[in-house]
């Protein structure tokens, strides 16, 4: 329980916080919407649904925000907030 009281509300699955996260994150490396899509969630239409105010659930919320530190990561380009 203590740890659901350290979780930052901004982080939320359906947050408008991830959507911002995935815009930034296309900026950044200029990829395509429908390609993020694939690679993170193997679903070409993920950005344009949540665009359009689609929540994920946490298992989802964390393999597109596991997918995008990976690939910083993994490209030496890792975001600092």
Known sequence: MERLAN???SSSPGSPMLIRSVEKFLRRHEMAASQ???HAAHDPRLV?????G???RPPLDGRIRGFMAGYDL?????HVR
């Open 7 to 9: 979780i930052d509300s």
């Open 36 to 38: 993020f899509g694939r």
């Open 48 to 52: 344009t649904d949540l665009r359009a």
């Open 54 to 56: 689609r929540e994920v």
């Open 74 to 78: 993994a490209r030496g380009t890792a």
